[in-house]
């Protein structure tokens, strides 16, 4: 096994990759590290689950089962970049790029009828949605803006939206009958270990089994709870009313990509309330074609399409009498005409709410002008935490990056913990009765009466990664001195639960002269903002969902964009998994290369990432010259700050290339210059003199394929040698890598 595993993926990161792995591997073989690579892609985990369907020389390893494996081993040494957590429509894109490439692989069956059907149905439910983190993540969170770009931020802040009193944009949520407000837990008692079931119970006494070898031990926490759809609608109507009645724009908030069971659902209801009038009418000819409005409003209108001319144009003009009477919609792309409700992976919280935050609380609207927005977060586990910075900045304004503190998290997210672990435990119930979990010995540990259509779920939270969270957050506030804060509510079930935790837990460790509080989200949201708008720095100690949300927040109003943020797993068994921060812009970047051969993304994330990498290399296998790499790597990502290298907004500029050459040559220049290894300074001085001499030219080359379509050949699964051609245009600095 490779010294160090570097992750293939999707989209912008992996066409970055083409580009910068090369000049990684150039530096760190001079060292004797080898840097190996596994494909976590959409595309990779699709072939690798369907060899039945492939030839031989189609046919792909399981490297996510592989790499499952290393992350519990105590050398293991990953950078894991952002993958795609796919919805529906994107696993149905990936499926039919790839069949137009030659693999001969099945469709996605909607409506599965035969067991090759239900077979193929169950493995590709299985890389839906978070399919990855869960099986690497051996390890809680420790995530942070780096201090080099913390201090650029601070130097050079970026543009922040005015926000006013007079501003209408708020958030709306259910607060009842929603998956926070009927959440039970309990802890597993020795009893109760062992093999559970989950089973549905119906109003006949009935039972039909949801789930069978569900693995509880003594000391986890347990969870369900269950959302009410007629309550969700009900809310919904309310909440497009309201919005139309308030002149604001109606958006609604999910993560349908992690969460691939329940949130699409939600969406759909979102899609059909707001389309009330066209789904009561035209409900048996949009059943026919096969419409799912969970798909959102493009499958609709591709399906409508193709339904006989003059029914089609019918439920067009309908759809489009809906669309126009309600209220405006936040649109993902006005000039498309593209709207919140066009696809569920569309719209993202944690990425879309901060940016809405930074805007001043503005969104898109059709008419391509800005406006005060509805912020419509159905369940309220969390949506308090937004509405506490937006009534911060309401009432004191935009925040000042230039003065900004920071919030770095410490999240609890190891062995699948909480929500992000829920998606084989997540049903609609199939009609009126009971939803239960029964322990092995026949005692119910946790049930539901539901109604027909209700999302029900369970989550699961290891009692070894909760110890070791806890500790992680003492380390933190000890190390940076900072204040912690648990962002837990002692009034919500689970979070009840770990806070009991919490007070077995904390007097093992040394406290003494740390200030560690435990607060509701709410609340913690409200106190941090206070203290980050006064320069003071805060660690949030928070759990899974928490984590992937704070850690967009924060960084999106401190630095820009969450992608510049260092995030360390300390795994549990020894190892590190390194992760180089978001993927959210990473389509539109895509887009953008295709249509102008300019790739916009930073791969300021990737070269923090592999710094932490280098520096725990050194350290596990005792290797100086990984420091050293690492120390001037660390220099080099400041000088490129400092010098503005980054890639700029507008073609013609650098872009990820050009900010590729430039770090190879602060790094190289900072070997050159070192005197605490002769070797690695007597290889990297004649580099980094070439690299300096041929400057301008290396530019030129690279900025000069700019302006044109460029061709990769794919999207989901994109031939390496186009990628590499289009990423790799610079002759003059491949051959001076090598």
Same mark, same amino acid.
């Given at each position: 096994?490779?010294?160090i ?9 992996e ?22 690579t596994?494909d ?12 039945q ?10 490297d ?14 990953v950078?894991?970049l952002p ?5 529906q ?6 499926i039919k790029?790839?069949q ?12 599965p009828?035969?067991?090759e059907?239900k ?16 099986v ?6 420790d ?9 650029y931020a ?12 007079t501003s209408k ?10 998956f ?9 008692a ?6 559970a ?15 069978n070898?569900?693995?509880l031990?003594?000391?986890?926490v ?11 609608r ?7 009313a309201?919005?139309?009645?308030k002149?604001?724009?109606f958006? $609604? ?9 329940? &949130? /699409?659902?939600?969406? %759909?209801h @979102?899609?059909? !309330?707001? *389309? ?15 419409v ?5 409003i ?11 001319a003059?029914?089609?144009a019918?439920i067009?003009a ?26 569920s992976s569309?719209v993202?919280?944690?990425?879309s709410?901060?940016?809405?935050i ?10 391509g002008?800005?406006g005060?927005?509805?912020?419509v977060?159905?369940?309220s586990?969390y ?5 506490? $910075? ?7 304004g935009?925040? &000042? /990056?230039?003065?900004? %503190?920071? @919030?770095?998290? !410490?999240? *609890? ?10 998606h ?7 009609a009126?009765?009971?939803i ?11 049930e539901?009466?539901v ?19 806890v ?9 940076s ?23 077995a ?7 003494s002269?740390?200030d ?20 003071? &720095? ?12 704070l ?9 820009g964009?969450?992608a ?19 993927g ?5 970047h895509?887009q ?5 051969n ?5 791969s300021?994330g ?7 990498s280098?520096?725990?290399?050194s350290?596990v296998?005792d290797?100086?010259?990984?420091a ?19 890639p ?7 872009d ?16 050159a ?16 003199a070439a690299l ?5 030219k290396?530019?030129g080359?690279?900025?000069g394929?700019?302006?044109s ?22 002759a003059?600095?491949?051959s001076?890598?090598?």
């Open positions: 096994m490779a010294d595993i570097y992750t293939k993926v999707d989209e912008a990161p066409l970055a990759s083409a580009s910068f792995l090369p000049i990684i591997r150039a530096f760190t073989k001079e060292a004797g590290i080898s840097i190996g596994k976590i892609s959409l595309a990779g985990r699709i072939l690798s689950n369907l060899p369907y492939l030839t031989d020389a189609q046919k792909q390893s399981d996510l089962a592989e790499l499952g494996a290393l992350v519990k081993q105590p050398d293991a040494n950078i894991k993958n795609i957590s796919a919805s429509p994107q696993l149905n894109a990936a790029e790839l137009e490439q030659g693999y001969k692989i099945p469709s996605y069956p909607d409506s009828a035969t067991d059907d077979a193929v149905k169950a493995i590709y439910d299985g890389i839906k949605g978070s399919a990855v983190n869960p690497l993540r051996e390890g809680n969170s995530r942070r803006a780096p201090k080099a770009v913390k201090e601070k130097k050079n802040p970026h543009s922040m939206g005015a926000w006013l009193t944009t708020h958030v709306s949520t259910m607060g009842q009958n929603d926070a407000a009927n959440e039970i837990s309990t802890t597993i020795a009893a109760s270990a062992g093999t079931k989950i089973e549905f119970i119906g109003k006949d006494g009935t039972a039909t089994v949801l789930k070898n569900l693995s031990t003594q000391g986890d347990l969870d369900a709870t269950y959302m009410s759809v007629k309550a969700l009900t809310f919904l109507a309310a909440e497009i309201d919005a139309k009645a002149g604001v724009l958006s $609604v908030h999910l993560k349908a990509t992690m969460m691939k069971v329940s &949130d /699409p659902i939600i969406f %759909g @979102v899609v059909s !309330v707001f *389309l009330k009038d066209v789904f009561d009418k035209h409900g048996e000819a949009l059943a026919e074609a096969g799912n409005p969970d798909l959102g493009a499958d609709l209108e591709t399906k409508v399409a193709a339904l006989p003059e029914k089609a019918e067009q309908d759809i489009k009498a809906a669309l126009d009477t309600g209220p405006a919609m936040y649109m993902v792309n006005s000039d498309k005409g593209i709207t919140n409700l066009h696809v569309d993202i919280i944690d990425a709410m901060p940016a809405l930074r805007a001043g609380g503005k969104g898109w609207g059709p008419d002008k800005e005060d927005t509805k912020c977060i159905p369940d586990s949506a308090g935490i937004y509405d506490a $910075v937006i009534e911060f900045c309401k009432a004191n935009a925040l &000042d /990056p230039s003065k900004m %503190g920071t @919030v770095p998290n !410490v999240g *609890l997210m190891a062995q699948k913990a909480e929500e992000y672990g829920s084989p435990q997540t049903f609609k119930a199939p009126d009765g009971t239960r979990i029964v322990d092995a010995a026949g005692k119910t540990l946790l539901h009466t109604e027909g259509g209700d999302i029900w779920r369970a989550c699961m939270t290891k009692d070894a990664p909760i110890r070791d969270w500790k992680l957050g003492v380390s933190r506030a000890r190390l001195g900072m204040p912690g804060i648990f962002w837990l509510d002692k009034n919500r079930a689970h979070d009840a639960e770990l806070i009991k935790k919490i007070d837990y904390l007097p093992d460790h040394d406290t002269g740390l560690l509080k435990v607060m509701t989200p709410t609340e913690a949201a409200r106190y941090t903002t206070e203290r980050i708008a006064k320069g003071e &720095d805060t660690i949030s100690i928070t759990g899974n969902v928490l984590r992937d949300y850690t967009d927040l924060y960084p999106i109003l401190e630095v964009t969450s510049k943020m260092l995030s360390i797993v300390p795994l549990m068994n020894g190892g590190g998994l390194f992760e180089t921060g978001a959210g812009s990473a389509p539109k895509v953008q290369l295709m249509e102008q300019y790739l916009r993304w930073d300021l990737e070269f923090c990432a592999l710094g932490a280098l520096e725990h290399l350290q296998k290797n100086a010259k990984a050293i790499l690492a120390e001037t790597l660390d220099m080099a990502t400041e000088k490129l700050l400092d010098e503005g290298k980054s700029s907004r507008r073609v013609g500029g650098l990820n290339r050009g900010s590729h050459f430039y770090i190879a040559l602060y790094w190289a220049q900072g070997l210059a070192q005197d605490k290894d002769a070797d690695l300074k007597a290889h990297f001085t004649p580099v980094a300096t001499a041929n400057e301008d290396i530019v080359e690279l900025n394929v700019q302006g379509p460029v061709d990769t050949g794919g999207y989901y699964h994109a031939p390496a040698d186009k990628v590499t051609t289009a990423m790799r245009p610079s003059t600095l491949n001076i890598i090598g």
